[in-house]
T-cell receptor
Framework: QKEVEQNSGPLSVPEGAIASLNCTYS??????FFWYRQYSGKSPELIMS????GDKEDGRFTAQLNKASQYVSLLIRDSQPSDSATYLC?????????FGTGTRLQVFP | DTGVSQDPRHKITKRGQNVTFRCDPI?????LYWYRQTLGQGPEFLTY????????KSRLLSDRFSAERPKGSFSTLEIQRTEQGDSAMYLC????????????????FGEGSWLTVV
């Protein structure tokens, strides 16, 4: 079992819809979780971090964490074509980040 | 620009040659990381430094790979006798030193160095 698992996608949503990206992790003691966005040919860019169970909102982005289920998600509201990218889930364990393979999101007009 | 800087951005080399990448972290960051990313995969951890000390190396890091951070500032990653399987983007990242809490300490990536071995 991989340490961090994501569906590779692509996840296709129409412009204006909510995109829901999911991630599961295997290490129960992990405390810090991150979402990075990566455009094709570019390096990862941090968009959200979350440490406590529940929801954390930042603009159109909401991160959700459920430690009991070892589950992290990212919701993108009012999706825009510019949101089309690969979204990487990362888990801190404990001195480095372990990444999933990423989910490719496509937002079509 | 005060972000993580990597050089060169692109390198094409013949199989068997040696290559070296340089990374300059964000100036106040004590920790420096190297990751490798291939197409369709997430970044894979290679190694990290706290100041000049190399604290962890991945099993992915074969004997042909060596990383240094001699003065606790910039770092180099050298690949000897390159193979076609080494073709990837090599990412450097940095973060502040650990606080007592396990939270926080986000890492920030540079723009990456693309290696193509022909």
């Amino acid at each position: 079992q991989k340490e961090v698992e994501q569906n590779s996608g692509p996840l296709s949503v129409p412009e204006g819809a909510i995109a829901s990206l999911n991630c599961t992790y295997s290490d129960r003691v992990s405390q810090s979780f991150f979402w990075y966005r990566q455009y094709s040919g570019k390096s990862p860019e941090l968009i959200m971090s979350i440490y406590s169970n529940g929801d954390k909102e930042d603009g159109r982005f909401t991160a959700q964490l459920n430690k009991a289920s070892q589950y992290v998600s990212l919701l993108i509201r009012d999706s825009q074509p510019s949101d089309s990218a690969t979204y990487l889930c990362a888990v801190r364990t404990p001195d480095k980040l372990i990444f999933g393979t990423g989910t490719r999101l496509q937002v079509f007009p | 620009d005060t972000g993580v800087s990597q050089d060169p951005r692109h390198k094409i080399t013949k199989r068997g040659q040696n290559v070296t990448f340089r990374c300059d972290p964000i100036s106040e960051h004590n920790r420096l990381y190297w990751y490798r990313q291939t197409l369709g995969q997430g970044p894979e951890f290679l190694t990290y430094f706290q100041n000049e000390a190399q604290l962890e190396k991945s099993r992915l890091l074969s004997d042909r790979f060596s990383a240094e951070r001699p003065k606790g500032s910039f770092s180099t990653l050298e690949i000897q006798r390159t193979e076609q399987g080494d073709s990837a983007m090599y990412l450097c990242a940095s973060s502040p030193a650990l606080r007592p809490s396990t939270f926080g300490n986000t890492i920030y990536f540079g723009e990456g160095s693309w290696l193509t071995v022909v």
